[in-house]
């Protein structure tokens, strides 16, 4: 391994001049997608007229169009880049992320999908607020989701960077920290402009690239090795150089009791993270009744669930047509896995096919972090306005001009600190990142949730237990966990300061929030307003609270 990184800078410069001589057929075709996007937001931001276009997308949505939306905003760089990468490197051990994203949404839709969409307007935080003191709940609400969404853009500024680098041919860290700068700026435009209407457009958009390029990279792999999978997967346990032991498990997660406490870790935070997901669950307001709320995670599952198993041709195909080293070498986590597959089957970076292969399959990845990264912006800066601004700051006086106002403005504002952190964190796996983000989520969100629609002794101090208690800890163990520092793949490689030994921390984190919520409950010296939970009960089931 230390050859491969001390290779690492003459690999990439070889990789970017192999397709330096059709730069500008990458560059045309990549800004027609950029182009294209921000023509729909426009076009959208033009339909915008009130709060509930800005926050719900005026609720016009059908469910097929919120599960292609859905889609689009959950298959994202993780998904295409991390994925892909973790598994060209760690074989079996990297699909278990698949796995973990695709089952996550069975507890989505049994549990939260319908009863949230019925509860509430815009954002989690009204369903908290029906039976709790607003004030501290939608602040603790508000706090949470802008936490979760931020964690969440980091996985996405990282891989936005290294694709557009690989693109360009830039190098230096400076050129990719202007690459995230860049890609902030856009999405900044996005949400400021377009609201809840143009970023679901662009979301069910990306969503038909995503598979039609992924389904076009799967057909050319499995006709490289004649449909045979059994091939594919013997080649690539030969190219990997791991022999057999790489489509077994253990090669990430089963070294040592710790990489197998943190596999359990990071099954349990995949699985529970995406019922607690600020920008899925505001998705779920965005459709005119709860059949249509069902039917959108329906088709979002049947979609997802598609492109989790192409995944397989992506991560594979790779690990059997690339050389390992030269994977680390363009990106150290493996992020340009799949650009580089698409270059390879494409015939090469010397050849057209190979360029405008690598080009469309790159745009399309690009899209795929645009249209992500706007609905996470959306639904932290929507949380801001309606929680915090409107009902805290303001009292429920504010008017809906002046809601929006501050939507687009605190927009700005996560926009900045998006791109700050993601030029740290441009050298970490984006599959893992997105993973810290779904372990906070289930820390934090998903007991308060679950509590709130299904707990009738649930008392506002257990919310804030809950979420305070979930988000601290969670943050707190990844701070000083491996990702951080400690490691040649941590974000301060240099530093040397954790003392969690886990990568992620959902196995303690997220039963503690579970526990805070209902210890916080138990002591509680507040009486639980029975009739309002009753009421919360009938409406999250008949949606007669949703606007």
């Known amino acids: 391994m230390s050859a491969a990184y001390a290779a690492y800078p003459t690999i990439q410069l070889a990789a970017a001049g192999d397709a330096s001589e059709h730069r500008p057929l990458i560059i045309s075709l990549f800004a027609c997608f950029v182009v294209a996007t921000l023509f729909i937001t426009v076009w959208a931001g033009r339909q915008t007229k009130s709060a509930a276009d800005f926050y719900a997308g005026g609720r016009q949505f059908t469910g097929f169009q919120n599960g292609l939306a859905i889609s689009g905003d959950y298959m994202s760089a993780?998904?295409?880049?991390?994925?892909?990468?973790?598994?060209?490197?760690?074989?079996?051990?990297?699909?278990?992320?698949?796995?973990?994203?695709?089952?996550?949404?069975?507890?989505?839709?049994?549990?939260?999908?319908?009863?949230?969409?019925?509860?509430?307007?815009?954002?989690?935080?009204?369903?908290?607020?029906y039976r709790m003191r607003q004030r501290p709940v939608r602040t603790a609400a508000g706090v949470s989701?802008?936490?979760?969404?931020?964690?969440?853009?980091?996985?996405?500024?990282?891989?936005?960077?290294?694709?557009?680098?690989?693109?360009?041919?830039?190098?230096t860290d400076a050129g990719k920290v202007v690459i995230v700068a860049l890609v902030g700026i856009l999405m900044i435009l996005y949400v400021t402009i377009g609201g809840m209407k143009g970023t679901t457009w662009v979301q069910m958009v990306k969503a038909v690239l995503l598979i039609a390029g992924t389904l076009l990279v799967t057909f050319l792999v499995l006709l490289k090795f004649n449909f045979n999978v059994s091939d594919l997967l013997g080649s690539a346990a030969e190219n990997s150089g791991k022999g057999a032991a790489f489509l077994e498990p253990g090669l990430k997660y089963g070294?040592?009791?710790?990489?197998?406490?943190?596999?359990?870790?990071?099954?349990?935070?995949?699985?529970?993270?995406?019922?607690?997901?600020?920008?899925?669950?505001?998705?779920?307001?965005?459709?005119?009744?709860?059949?249509?709320?069902?039917?959108?995670?329906?088709?979002?599952?049947?979609?997802?669930?598609?492109?989790?198993?192409?995944?397989?041709?992506l991560?594979?195909?790779?690990?059997?047509?690339?050389?390992?080293?030269?994977?680390?070498?363009?990106?150290?986590?493996?992020?340009?896995?799949a650009p580089l597959l698409a270059m390879e089957i494409g015939g090469g970076g010397d050849s057209a096919g190979g360029a405008i292969l690598l080009?469309?399959?790159?745009?399309?990845?690009?899209?795929?972090?645009?249209?992500?990264?706007?609905?996470?912006?959306?639904?932290?800066?929507?949380?801001?306005?309606?929680?915090?601004?409107?009902?805290?700051?303001?009292r429920g006086k504010a008017t809906e001009k002046e809601e929006v106002r501050a939507a687009r403005w605190a927009t700005v504002a996560i926009g900045i600190v998006s791109i700050a952190l993601g030029a740290l964190a441009r050298d970490l796996n984006v599959a893992g990142l997105v993973a810290l983000a779904f372990a906070v989520a289930a820390s934090a969100n998903l007991p308060t949730l679950l509590y709130s629609l299904f707990w009738k002794k649930f008392t506002t101090q257990g919310a804030l237990w809950s979420i305070y208690g979930g988000l601290t800890s969670s943050v707190v163990l990844v701070l000083f966990s491996p990702v951080v520092s400690g490691k040649p793949t941590s974000m301060f490689k240099d530093a040397d300061f954790y003392w969690f030994p886990l990568e992620n921390p959902g196995i303690v984190s997220i039963p503690l929030g579970f526990l805070l919520g209902w210890l916080g409950t138990l002591i509680s010296k507040e009486k639980p307003d029975t009739g309002k939970y009753a009421e919360l009960e009938v409406k999250s089931l008949t949606g007669t609270a949703a606007h």
């Open 315 to 337: 991560g594979f195909g790779a690990a059997a047509l690339l050389k390992p080293e030269d994977i680390i070498a363009s990106n150290k986590a493996g992020n340009t896995a």
């Open 255 to 313: 070294l040592t009791p710790t990489t197998k406490l943190d596999f359990i870790s990071l099954g349990i935070a995949l699985v529970l993270g995406t019922a607690g997901l600020p920008h899925i669950l505001i998705r779920f307001y965005t459709v005119p009744s709860a059949q249509a709320a069902r039917k959108s995670v329906n088709w979002a599952i049947g979609i997802i669930g598609g492109f989790y198993l192409m995944t397989i041709a």
């Open 145 to 171: 989701t802008i936490v979760v969404s931020i964690f969440y853009l980091l996985a996405q500024m990282a891989g936005a960077g290294v694709l557009v680098s690989l693109l360009l041919g830039i190098t």
């Open 78 to 129: 993780a998904s295409f880049l991390g994925i892909a990468g973790a598994i060209a490197l760690f074989g079996y051990d990297g699909f278990l992320y698949s796995i973990g994203f695709l089952v996550a949404w069975l507890v989505a839709l049994l549990l939260v999908a319908e009863p949230l969409r019925n509860s509430g307007r815009y954002t989690m935080g009204d369903v908290l607020a």
């Open 359 to 394: 080009a469309v399959i790159s745009a399309v990845a690009f899209a795929t972090i645009l249209a992500v990264v706007a609905g996470l912006t959306l639904a932290s800066s929507s949380s801001f306005a309606h929680d915090i601004y409107a009902n805290v700051i303001r």
